[in-house]
Structure formats: C-alpha cells, structure tokens
C-alpha cells in the first residue's frame, strides 16, 4: 500500500529464536500501530506509537516489544518466539487529520 | 466488553447481483464506524466510515448504513463483480481518554462472487 511497507513478508523462524518485523511509512504520521490477525478472531493490537520513543501496549501486547526511534521506522520485536504467535502481523499508520487507517500488506509469520 | 459481530460469516453469490452484508456491535463511547474490504493476501482497505450523525455514505457500489440507536450497520453491494470477492470487516473505534481512540474489529464476511 502507498506510503507505507512492511517487511519482510513472509518468515519461518524456530521456536525460541528472537524475530524482529518492520514498518516503514513514508508520510510522517504520529501514530502508528501493530496487529495481529488470526481465523476466527478480528485484527487486535499488540503495541501502538504516538511519538518517537512513545509507545503502549495493546490487548495482546505479552511477548512483543516495540522500538520507534524514526517517526517512519516502527520495530516489532517477538523476543523468542512461540508456536502461538504463528500469525499474520499487520503494521498501520494513522492520519491525525481524519482519522483514516492505512495498513500494510502484511508480514506472514510461522514459528515451528 | 466491545464487541463487533457480523453476518453472515460467508456469502456466495452471483456476478451482477447486490448483497447485503450485516455488523451489530456494543461498542462504547461510539466514535465512528468504518467498513474495509480485504484481499487475500493483502492488509484491510478502507471502504467507508460513518460518524454518529451519518446514518448512509457511498463509495462507487459499496453504501454502508448506520443506525447507532440499534447499534447496527450494513454494506450493501451492487451489481457484484467478480473483483468484489475478499473479506468485508467492519470497524467501531471508540473515544479514549487523551483524545485518541480504539478499534474493534470483526472477524469479517468472507463474500465470493461467482460466474
């Protein structure tokens, strides 16, 4: 999607080994989110940004942390992962102006 | 708790032909209402959004409605093609404190659109 990427799009990492996603946005917007999707269950956050440095936790935040030390670059970090955080994570970006979400393509994650 | 629920959870319907897709929701303080569309493969992609004073907005054949005294929304399709085939998911984000807001997502209406 313009203005914002996602990489990479598609890891198989082992069980216990740390995995770090990344965001990329191209239009200076303040806040910026991860999500996750899973069957069966809508899109839920893990940690969202409102600043450089400034970040908070999300509804499903246990065993992820987040950097932002770019207003464009926002890290998503599974410190060791688990068969439970298979999933597809989504980064988006937020317009201060009107409010409108843009989501990334995706990064396709499986932890075997 | 918020919670936003659609239906019907997956729809197989003819080229040419409208559908109606529903969402219901207990979600508060209201803020606003949105409809994305999904591809396979793809992040969500924003359809429509709806504050607390409209009650129908449009985009190309997609019109979504809103009836925030039953807590009820739907997006109607018209002339369905077959690029319409994905997820439909609907949205409600709430105020928060500081002025920001969240979002509660559905867990969508996988629609197909057939020859």
């Known amino acids: 999607d313009a203005g914002i990427t996602q990489s990479p799009r598609h890891k198989v990492t082992e069980t216990g080994t740390p995995v770090t996603l990344r965001c990329h946005q191209t239009?200076?917007?303040?806040?910026m989110y991860w999500y996750r999707q899973d069957p069966g269950h809508g899109l839920r956050l893990i940690h969202y940004?409102?600043?450089?440095?400034?970040?908070d936790k999300g509804e499903v935040s246990d065993g992820y942390s987040v950097s932002r030390s770019k207003t464009e670059d926002f890290l998503l970090t599974l410190e060791s992962a688990t068969s439970s955080q298979t999933s597809v994570y989504f980064c988006?970006?937020?317009?201060?102006?009107?409010?409108?979400?843009?989501f990334g393509s995706g990064t396709r994650l499986t932890v075997v | 708790k918020n919670q936003v629920e659609q239906s019907p959870q997956s729809l197989i319907i003819l080229e040419g032909k409208n559908c109606t897709l529903q969402?219901?929701?207990?979600?508060?303080?209201?803020?606003?209402l949105r409809w994305y569309k999904q591809d396979t493969g793809r992040g969500p992609v924003s359809l429509t959004i709806?504050?607390?004073?409209?009650n129908t907005k449009s985009n190309g054949r997609y019109t979504a409605t809103l009836d925030a005294d039953t807590k009820q929304s739907s997006l109607h399709i018209t002339a369905s093609q077959l690029s319409d085939s994905a997820s439909y998911i609907c949205?409600?984000?709430?105020?928060?404190?500081?002025?920001?807001?969240?979002?509660?997502f559905g867990t969508g209406t996988q629609l197909k659109v057939e020859l």
């Open positions: 988006a970006i937020m317009d201060s102006y009107n409010y409108g979400y843009t």
């Open positions: 239009e200076n917007h303040r806040y």
């Open positions: 940004s409102y600043g450089v440095k400034d970040t």
């Open positions: 969402c219901n929701y207990t979600v508060s303080p209201f803020s606003n």
């Open positions: 709806m504050t607390f004073s409209e």
């Open positions: 949205v409600v984000s709430a105020r928060i404190t500081g002025g920001g807001n969240k979002l509660t």
